[in-house]
């Protein structure tokens, strides 16, 4: 138990470092240039300032800002708290699952450390295919919860896959 608590709380000190840290960094150093930005890799990859009253992909657009962001601070804090009683309860079993809870659980904290102290997530991480097809732009919380729930959902289809195999033999 100590070890997997030590490895998710290691992931999550970790990501919510990192996170915070280049949001400063985005928050001074970039220019407020929509998504054109500092050009990194030509035709693909931008770093530039944005500030996301949103959720994902436009989530609650429209409902009214100040409404948004105590629902999506809500949300935010339910799940780490779901994610944290998970960790203390030992239901947090698999190596794997206890990383994947920690990239989790530091993206969730970083953005709600932006949402409560901004009011607005720091997002500058801009994905695009030439200027055809554009990623919504992101943070390192954001990819840590993303790779999160992707190990998660490897993991659970691991799982069930070797199940199904010793029920079958």
Same mark, same amino acid.
């Given at each position: 138990?100590?070890?997997?608590?030590?490895?998710?709380?290691?992931?999550?000190?970790?990501?919510?470092?990192?996170?915070?840290?280049?949001?400063?960094?985005?928050?001074?150093?970039?220019?407020?240039? @929509?998504?054109? #930005?500092?050009?990194? &890799? =030509?035709?693909?990859? $931008?770093?530039?300032?944005?500030?996301?009253?949103? +959720? !994902?992909?436009?989530?609650?657009?429209?409902?009214?800002?100040?409404?948004?962001?105590?629902?999506?601070?809500?949300?935010?804090? @339910?799940?780490? #708290?779901?994610?944290? &009683? =998970?960790?203390?309860? $030992?239901?947090?079993?698999?190596?794997?699952?206890? +990383? !994947?809870?920690?990239?989790?659980?530091?993206?969730?904290?970083?953005?709600?450390?932006?949402?409560?102290?901004?009011?607005?997530?720091?997002?500058?991480?801009?994905?695009? &295919?030439?200027?055809?097809?554009?990623?919504?732009?992101?943070?390192?919380?954001?990819?840590?919860?993303?790779?999160?729930?992707?190990?998660?959902?490897?993991?659970?289809?691991?799982?069930?896959?070797?199940?199904?195999?010793?029920?079958?033999?």
């Amino acid at each position: 138990m100590r070890r997997r608590a030590s490895l998710t709380l290691g992931l999550a000190a970790v990501v919510l470092a990192l996170d915070q840290a280049t949001k400063a960094w985005a928050q001074s150093a970039l220019p407020r240039l @929509g998504r054109a #930005g500092i050009t990194v &890799v =030509a035709g693909c990859f $931008n770093l530039a300032y944005a500030e996301n009253r949103n +959720a !994902a992909f436009g989530i609650l657009e429209a409902v009214p800002y100040e409404m948004r962001r105590i629902v999506l601070t809500a949300f935010a804090i @339910g799940a780490i #708290g779901v994610l944290l &009683v =998970a960790l203390f309860t $030992n239901r947090i079993q698999r190596t794997w699952t206890a +990383a !994947a809870t920690g990239l989790i659980l530091g993206g969730a904290v970083g953005n709600v450390i932006d949402r409560a102290r901004l009011g607005f997530v720091v997002d500058f991480i801009v994905w695009h &295919v030439g200027d055809k097809f554009y990623w919504p732009t992101f943070n390192i919380a954001d990819s840590g919860i993303v790779v999160g729930v992707f190990i998660l959902l490897g993991v659970s289809y691991w799982v069930d896959r070797r199940a199904t195999a010793r029920a079958s033999a």
